[in-house]
């Protein structure tokens, strides 16, 4: 039971660089979201979705995008990706009586 | 709004010592409430959760009692391991469209032998 796969583990962005983050998990939750971690920030809801085919703004989505392709699958894009972007990314979903994090995605945009 | 505080670390016992982290909320209603650990490189982790008052979630040698009346929901664990070295973090959730969960900052405990 693979739970919350979150790919890739790592990335290292040069400033401007696009890329999309996946997410897909396999205990046919409703809700996902994505969050990133930084020192001394605690973790921070970038975007979440509450059902297939819904998303909503959390608390950092400037400079964000997701789509949430199926009931399976989230992926979470930078655009344009800037240092203040380096972070660790987690991918969770939820059954309503907890969530399920992924192991996360380090990035780095120098 | 809603919000969570927890006791700042970081924290460092000696195996077999008496854990408490201390957790105090603000919420409206009956949020329900969550012990989270993350294990060094690792993603979150639910430890434990109580959904209303006076329910004690317990996992691990872990225990946390829903509080009421303090509003508080203290993470306990008799004796610790240097294998229960991570960050714990307190957290609430509130039904609403969606499963809306508010962290808090995370406690860092470190176990020496």
């Known amino acids: 039971n693979a739970g919350v796969t979150q790919t890739p583990k790592f990335q290292v962005l040069k400033t401007g660089q696009s890329m999309t983050l996946q997410c897909a998990q396999d205990m046919n939750h409703n809700s996902m979201y994505w969050y990133r971690q930084d020192p001394g920030m605690g973790l921070r809801l970038i975007y979440y979705s509450a059902s297939e085919g819904t998303t909503d703004k959390g608390e950092v989505p400037n400079g964000y995008n997701v789509s949430r392709l199926n009931k399976r699958e989230f992926s979470l894009r930078l655009e344009s990706a800037a240092p203040s972007q380096t972070s660790v990314y987690f991918c969770?979903?939820?059954?309503?009586?907890?969530?399920?994090f992924g192991a996360g995605t380090r990035l780095s945009v120098l | 709004g809603d919000s969570v505080t927890q006791m700042e670390g970081p924290v460092t016992l000696s195996e077999e010592a008496f854990l408490t982290i201390n957790c105090t909320y603000t919420?409206?209603?009956?949020?329900?409430l969550f012990w989270y650990v993350q294990y060094p490189g690792e993603g979150l982790q639910l430890l434990l959760k109580a959904t209303k008052a006076d329910d004690k979630g317990s996992n691990k040698g872990f225990e946390a009692t829903y509080r009421k009346e303090t509003t508080s929901f203290h993470l306990e664990k008799g004796s610790v391991q240097v294998s229960d070295s991570a960050v714990y973090f307190c957290?609430?959730?509130?039904?609403?469209?969606?499963?809306?969960?508010?962290f808090g900052p995370g406690t860092s405990l470190s176990v020496i032998p």
């Open positions: 919420a409206t209603g009956y949020p329900s």
């Open positions: 957290a609430l959730s509130q039904k609403t469209s969606y499963d809306k969960v508010i």
């Open positions: 969770a979903s939820s059954d309503g009586r907890g969530q399920y």
